[in-house]
């Protein structure tokens, strides 16, 4: 017993020292004084952190955890830090840290509700809550009857979603349920060869490998032309589809990105709904990164027309400040995602028969590819419930509007030129006082080697643009006019 006692007083006195140290790390980060990131090569990580020896020697405590975790964290990429403006990942806000610390401790799964009955029910309310942003959920966000009151019996009127591992699984997800609804008999049969969706060419990779692992093989894919930004062009959707068609396929399904990864541009969603209702086909957005523009009057028209489709990827851990990984799949109407999956499993699931159709349950692994799940949703609720919906709102327009004034600012200068006005927090831009489509990713090479800025690059037709995704919320006018100093003091290097 004392032995016990002895060692819970140890590990929450090394869990308490790991806070502190996360803390420093964040006040730097945030302060800027240490380096965005330092890239160093795997074999220096490795001798840094010792990590062979700790695993086959243990010993980890309170007296030599620094060894371990100063490496850790100084080699880690600070995404606190100003200059963090890369990928489309979250700067995580201390609720979402806090959901994980808790799961971490209780370690609810949830495939069923008796794993994680509270993480259950606040998936079920915030999956509502997203379902009412797109118009597919009214009443109470937190009345579980509403698929009863207005009645799934008379015809479906609030849609139903389910939190996954990641956009790439709940476009997965969309793309199954689609292929049940036009092909029922898919499940037990395989995937009919025939069988085919329409996309733009900027569609995110993890559609179109969900296309093969579905069985449908790439060339189901009919590639949308789009504009020179490539944004899809509704207008040409009909030749697609009587391309399709005279070649022996059948449509069944459009997606359209909300926003495209590479450019943060908008596809339109209205337009594409359109064409999609002439023709009864299903019509998913992938709206991973910018369907957070659902929590912003000003910016909500960038999603106009999303209540006309049938499924909506939304990913919390990218524009709702919510740590990785948090995503959902939604569905306009329950019956679909009711459909989806297909299981035969004695020892977990015990309510199948009042599940289906006229009744979402609360066992949530019967409606998603994973079976073990993390307590997704107390993620984006503890953010939610420390900022309120309209600070969520807010962070949006801050972000969208910086980026604004960016790309303002960036085309006001000689030397650089962006290819388009950002509707999102996304912002492609070249330097141009060295020539040379190489150009771009050396001068990329250069900034990161420096350690003051993370930043990407993206192709856009063919032409290689240095990109900005401007995910913090400490990244400033000023941060910008130093990136551009800095990309000009480099750039002096390459030329000699
Ligand atoms: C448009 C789009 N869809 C899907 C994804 C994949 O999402 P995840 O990384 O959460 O799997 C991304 C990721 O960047 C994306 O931008």
């Known amino acids: 017993m004392s032995d016990r006692n002895d060692r819970n007083t140890t590990n929450s006195t090394l869990a308490q020292h790991v806070l502190h140290a996360l803390e420093t790390y964040q006040n730097e980060s945030e302060q800027g004084h240490i380096s965005t990131l330092l890239q160093q090569e795997p074999e220096f990580l490795n001798r840094e952190m010792d990590l062979a020896k700790w695993i086959r020697e243990g010993g980890l405590n309170l007296d030599n955890y620094a060894k371990f975790l100063t490496p850790y964290l100084e080699h880690s990429q600070h995404m606190h830090h100003p200059g963090f403006i890369g990928h489309q990942v979250a700067v995580p806000h201390e609720g979402s840290a806090i959901a994980d610390m808790i799961h971490g401790v209780i370690n609810n799964p949830m495939a069923v509700y008796e794993m994680g009955p509270t993480a259950s029910v606040i998936e079920r309310v915030v999956v509502n809550w997203m379902l009412e942003k797109c118009g597919w959920f009214t009443g ?54 025939n069988l085919a969706i329409i996309a733009p060419a900027a569609t995110h990779y993890s559609l179109a490998r969900a296309v093969s692992i579905a069985g449908f093989g790439q060339n189901a894919i009919r590639y949308a032309p789009v504009s020179e930004l490539e944004v899809l062009r509704p207008e040409k959707l009909e030749q697609t589809f009587l391309q399709a068609q005279g070649e022996g396929q059948k449509v069944f399904m459009v997606s359209v990105n909300a926003c495209t990864t590479a450019t943060g541009l908008y596809d339109p969603i209205d337009e594409v709904a359109e064409f999609c209702k002439r023709h009864d086909l299903w019509l998913h957005v992938d709206g991973a990164h910018g369907a957070s523009a659902l929590l912003s009057d000003k910016e909500r028209h960038l999603m106009k027309g999303i209540s006309r489709a049938d499924s909506l990827t939304w990913d919390a851990h990218k524009m709702m400040r919510t740590s990785a990984l948090c995503a959902a799949i939604l569905f306009k109407d329950q019956k679909a995602m009711a459909g989806t999956f297909h299981q035969d499993a004695s020892y977990i699931f015990y309510n199948t028969e009042e599940e289906g159709e006229d009744k979402i349950g609360f066992d949530a692994g019967l409606y998603a590819v994973e079976c073990t799940k993390s307590a997704l949703g107390a993620k984006m609720f503890w953010v939610l419930a420390m900022e309120g919906e309209k600070s969520m709102g807010d962070f949006i327009e801050k972000q969208y509007g910086d980026t604004r004034a960016f790309y303002e600012l960036i085309n006001a200068q000689e030397d650089f030129t962006c290819p388009y006005k950002p509707e999102a927090n996304i912002l492609c831009f070249r330097y141009e006082g060295i020539e040379g489509n190489d150009t771009q990713m050396t001068l990329r090479e250069k900034v990161l080697a420096r350690g003051d800025f993370y930043i990407t690059t993206a192709v856009i037709g063919g032409v290689r643009y240095l990109r900005l995704t401007v995910m913090n919320p400490l990244t400033t006018l000023d941060t910008i006019e130093k990136l551009l100093a800095e990309i000009r003091l480099c750039a002096r290097d390459v030329s000699g």
């Open 140 to 193: 109470a966000i937190d009345d579980f009857s509403p698929n009863l009151k207005n009645g799934a019996k008379n015809g479906a009127k609030n849609g139903a979603g389910v939190l996954t591992h990641g956009g790439s699984l709940a476009n997965l997800t969309a793309l199954l349920a689609a292929r049940a609804h036009a092909a029922p008999e898919a499940w037990q049969n395989g995937t009919p060869d």
